[in-house]
C-alpha cells in the first residue's frame, strides 16, 4: 500500500502547477455544476443544489474577477494542498478544494472512513 501512496505523491510531485484560474479549470467546474443541475439523483439535497448553485460560471468569473482585482497580496499556487474534510458535513471540504483547484493547485482530499446518517439511509 506504501508504494502505492508513493508512486500517487511522485506523480502529483511531478504535475505541473496551473496558473489561477484557468479557463480549463473554469469549464470542469461549469461541467461539474451542469451535472448537479440537470442529475435527478441530488433532487432533495439541498447543500448539493446550493453547491451547483455556487459552483456556475457566472459565480467563478465573479470569484476570478476579485481576486485579481485584490492587488494587496501576491498569490501563487502553493504546489499541492491536503484536504481533511469533517465526516459531518458532506459538501464542506467540496468549496476549499473548488478555491485551491481554481487557484492551480494540486490536491488531495482525504474523504472520512465514517458516513453520515443521511448517506448510510
Known amino acids: 500500500m506504501s508504494h502505492v501512496i ?3 505523491l511522485y506523480q502529483l ?7 489561477c484560474f484557468s479557463e480549463k479549470r473554469i469549464d470542469f467546474i461549469t461541467y461539474l455544476s451542469n451535472q448537479f443541475a440537470l442529475s435527478n439523483t441530488f433532487s ?57 483547484f481554481l487557484l492551480g493547485n494540486r490536491n488531495i482530499v482525504r474523504l472520512p472512513s465514517s458516513l453520515t446518517d443521511r448517506q448510510k439511509k
Not at 13 to 19: F, G, H, L, R
Open 6 to 8: 508513493d508512486d500517487i
Open 13 to 19: 510531485k511531478s504535475s505541473p502547477i496551473v496558473e
Open 44 to 100: 432533495g439535497h439541498p447543500e448539493i443544489n446550493a453547491l451547483g448553485f455556487w459552483m456556475r460560471k457566472k459565480n467563478l468569473k465573479i470569484l476570478e474577477k476579485k481576486y485579481k482585482e485584490d492587488v494587496d497580496y501576491f498569490r501563487i499556487p502553493t504546489g499541492t494542498v491536503f484536504h481533511l474534510p469533517p465526516a459531518n458535513v458532506d459538501t464542506l471540504f467540496t468549496y476549499s478544494w473548488i478555491i485551491s
